[in-house]
């Protein structure tokens, strides 16, 4: 018999510097008295970005949502913005909290992210943009919505939260489209415990941002636009740079992670694997998600989810409930039925993945799986064979 972790295996778990690597930056922060307001760390962060990401067309932030709010802002997006209903929901919040109103379509299968056809079909007089969102850290159909954006003149915007380190055709996936936003919150691959990073194409863009996370100052006396506060500080920076040494260990230790689950999760009927990265992609292997088909597996996602907490495994189910379905969002905005979307989000569980997760642990995890199913279709069979089949839905913890 299988038993629980002793311990919580979470979906992430943030990584971390030495101790004594962190200590030793403290003590440079305290030495200077300089805790924010662009500070030497910061500076050092950004030009440590610059070599990672190829571009000096970048602007670091206190946090994600910030960067993209501040980014739509100084943009001057307006009116509609064709976006995807299949994220975290900051990505629609940063629109919502512009005054401009999302207009949700459906998703393509493999990847989770922007149809482009949908995208194409859904653009009015009122389009500005499209914000696209990289899924779980797979790159979107970048030239298909590039040539639409083009066509139409509408400006391309990616929410790349979980895409820090993708590279496609050894080009960073900070260089497409108008613009991305990063993500460094610990939860993600790479962080600075909170924090984000804009890279955008038009260099002009860096003056305004700086203008817009800094209250608008232009020196001591002159402000020259409303901004508000969303500035990284000294200690985020330190948290960054001492990660970013770490970039490809910690890519190559989830590489390893996520080949162990797909070996052993393809030999349990009812879970279905996520597309593997194309060849042309340098993937950051950010989450770990599969889909649970009910009829093969033998229970759903969400009795999967709640039995692996049963074993001290907390998967999550991202991304459910969809933005649209929020009661905040509900009424407010515009969407039609997202089949694709709607079937992703009452089936994709991700599964925890993060740069110390012990492959003995991945095995395990896939044994729990396995043994669920086994138990599940047991009885499935049994219930079934005496008529009970439409009951399977209502399995109690103690008949599995």
């Known amino acids: 018999m299988i038993r629980p972790f002793d311990k919580p295996i979470y979906v992430a778990r943030p990584a971390l510097p030495s101790l004594e690597e962190f200590r030793c930056?403290?003590?440079?922060?305290?030495?200077?008295?300089?805790?924010?307001?662009?500070?030497?760390?910061?500076?050092?962060?950004?030009?440590?970005?610059?070599?990672?990401?190829?571009?000096?067309?970048?602007?670091?932030?206190?946090?994600?949502?910030?960067?993209?709010?501040?980014?739509?802002?100084?943009?001057?997006?307006?009116?509609?913005?064709?976006?995807?209903?299949?994220?975290?929901?900051?990505?629609?919040?940063?629109?919502?909290?512009?005054?401009?109103?999302?207009?949700?379509?459906d998703i393509e299968p493999d990847y989770y992210s922007l149809d482009p056809a949908q995208v194409e079909a859904a653009i009015t007089p009122w389009t500005s943009a499209i914000?696209?969102?990289?899924?779980?850290?797979?790159?979107?159909?970048?030239?298909?919505?590039?040539?639409?954006?083009?066509?139409?003149?509408?400006?391309?915007?990616y929410d790349a939260a979980h895409a820090f380190g993708v590279e496609v055709n050894g080009t960073s996936i900070a260089h497409f489209g108008d613009l991305s936003m990063f993500s460094f919150h610990a939860t993600k691959i790479f962080h600075s415990i909170e924090g984000g990073m804009l890279t955008f194409r038009d260099?002009?863009?860096?003056?305004?941002?700086?203008?817009?996370?800094?209250?608008?100052?232009?020196?001591?006396?002159?402000?020259?636009?409303?901004?508000?506060?969303?500035?990284?500080?000294?200690?985020?920076?330190?948290?960054?740079?001492?990660?970013?040494?770490?970039?490809d260990e910690m890519i190559e230790r989830r590489r390893a992670i996520n080949e162990r689950y797909r070996e052993r999760l393809a030999l349990i009927p009812g879970i279905r694997l996520v597309s593997p990265p194309a060849e042309t992609v340098r993937y950051n292997y950010a989450y770990m998600?599969?889909?649970?088909?009910?009829?093969e597996f033998g229970l759903t996602r969400d009795q999967l989810y709640l039995k692996l907490r049963e074993?001290?495994?907390?998967?999550?189910?991202?991304f459910y409930p969809l933005v649209p379905d929020y009661a905040c969002y509900r009424g407010l905005v515009a969407s039609g039925n997202l089949p694709v979307a709607r079937r992703a989000a009452s089936r994709v569980l991700t599964l925890p993945i993060y740069s110390d997760l012990a492959l003995d642990d991945v095995d395990r995890i896939c044994d729990?799986?396995?043994?669920?199913?086994?138990?599940?279709?047991?009885?499935?069979?049994?219930?079934?064979?005496?008529?009970?089949?439409?009951?399977v839905l209502a399995l109690t913890d103690t008949q599995l």
């Not at 998600?289 to 009829?295: G, N």
């Open 25 to 105: 930056g403290l003590e440079g922060i305290w030495d200077r008295a300089w805790l924010t307001n662009n500070g030497p760390l910061v500076e050092q962060f950004r030009d440590n970005l610059i070599t990672f990401c190829g571009t000096k067309n970048l602007s670091l932030f206190v946090n994600g949502t910030l960067a993209l709010q501040i980014a739509l802002q100084g943009m001057g997006i307006t009116g509609d913005v064709i976006t995807t209903p299949y994220t975290f929901v900051a990505t629609t919040h940063s629109l919502f909290w512009n005054k401009i109103r999302p207009v949700f379509v």
């Open 131 to 157: 914000l696209a969102v990289h899924v779980y850290g797979q790159p979107c159909y970048l030239e298909n919505l590039e040539r639409i954006a083009r066509k139409h003149g509408l400006k391309l915007l």
């Open 203 to 247: 260099p002009e863009y860096r003056r305004l941002f700086d203008y817009l996370k800094n209250f608008g100052f232009e020196n001591e006396t002159e402000v020259v636009m409303p901004g508000t506060n969303a500035k990284m500080n000294e200690f985020q920076a330190l948290m960054g740079l001492l990660l970013l040494r770490r970039m």
């Open 289 to 295: 998600p599969v889909e649970v088909e009910q009829d």
């Open 311 to 318: 074993f001290n495994v907390f998967a999550r189910r991202y």
């Open 368 to 391: 729990i799986i396995g043994d669920i199913a086994s138990r599940s279709c047991k009885w499935a069979l049994a219930a079934s064979q005496s008529g009970q089949a439409d009951s």
